[in-house]
């Protein structure tokens, strides 16, 4: 993790389910540093282990709440 991406990592440890999955459906890519390199494979990984914690139906909540 560099410096200047200490931001990013905390904003991504601190964020539920719900917050991630959001981000990851509606902000374009290539506008995104979230998605990019280092951060984009631990925002990934992280995105995976917060869904894994929740039940398939609350993931299914969740889901739906945020749309596509």
Partial sequence: MTKTNKHLYDWIDNAT??????KWRHIPIEDCE???GEV?????????????ALSPSQQVQVSKSIGW
Avoid at 17 to 22: C, F, G, K, Q, V
Avoid at 40 to 52: P, R, S, T, V
Wanted: glycine share 10%; charged share 25%.
């Fill in 17 to 22: 389910y719900s917050d991630l999955l959001n």
């Fill in 40 to 52: 984009g494979n631990y925002f990934a990984k992280i995105l995976g282990e917060k869904k894994a």
């Fill in 34 to 36: 979230y998605f990019q």
